[in-house]
C-alpha cells in the first residue's frame, strides 16, 4: 500500500479539500483523486536521506557551545544597538571554504549561523564548497573563518560525516 500511496493523509487531505472547493461530482471525485495520488508521489521525491550520525556524543556539547555563543552574541549586538555606535562597527561579508559536504550537518551549520545574532547565512556554493556569511562587526575575516570551521564544521563533520 505504502508504494502506491506513499502518503495517504495527504492524497486524501487533498481530495477532501478538492471536493469542498469544487462541489462534489463524479469528474471532481476521479480528478481530486489523482491530484492526491500525484501529489504523494511527488512527495517521496522531497523527502531527504535519513542521516547518519557517528558520534551522538558529540552532540551535548555542540548545543552547550551554540547557546552560549547565542547568548553572548545576544549581549554583543545589544550593546551595539544600544550604545548607538552602529557607525563604528564594519559590517561585512567572509568567504569561508567548507569541508563539510553532508546535507544534514550543512543544515544544521546553517541554523546554528543564522540563530546567533549578528551573523547571517548568505550563499553556499555546493560545487566549490564556499560559505558566504554576513557578519554584523567583521573585525578581522581570518578569525571568523577559523571560529566557523573551528567551533561549528569540526563537530559537525564528526558527528555527521
Known amino acids: 500500500m505504502s508504494r502506491l500511496l506513499p ?9 477532501v479539500m478538492w471536493i469542498l472547493l469544487n462541489g462534489l461530482s463524479t469528474g471532481h471525485i476521479v480528478l481530486g483523486a489523482i491530484i492526491g495520488i500525484a501529489a504523494s508521489w511527488a512527495m517521496t521525491a522531497l523527502q531527504p536521506a535519513k542521516p547518519r550520525l ?9 548545543f552547550i557551545t551554540v547557546m552560549g555563543d547565542i547568548v553572548r552574541s545576544n549581549i554583543a549586538v545589544a ?10 562597527r564594519t559590517s561585512g561579508f567572509v568567504t569561508i571554504p ?13 541554523c546554528i549561523i ?12 555546493s560545487a566549490t564548497g564556499v560559505l558566504l556569511l554576513h557578519v554584523l562587526d567583521l573585525a578581522e575575516e581570518q578569525e571568523w573563518i577559523d571560529l ?3 567551533r561549528y564544521e569540526r563537530p559537525l563533520m564528526e558527528i555527521f560525516e
Open 98 to 110: 567548507l569541508e563539510l559536504r553532508d546535507p544534514t550537518g550543512l543544515a544544521v551549520l546553517a
Open 54 to 62: 557517528r558520534r551522538w556524543g558529540l552532540i551535548p556539547a555542540l
Open 79 to 88: 550593546g551595539i544597538v544600544l550604545r548607538g555606535r552602529r557607525g563604528q
Open 148 to 150: 566557523i570551521k573551528g
Open 7 to 15: 502518503y495517504p493523509l495527504l492524497a486524501t487531505s487533498l481530495l
Open 114 to 125: 543564522t540563530s546567533t545574532p549578528g551573523t547571517a547565512w548568505v550563499e553556499y556554493r
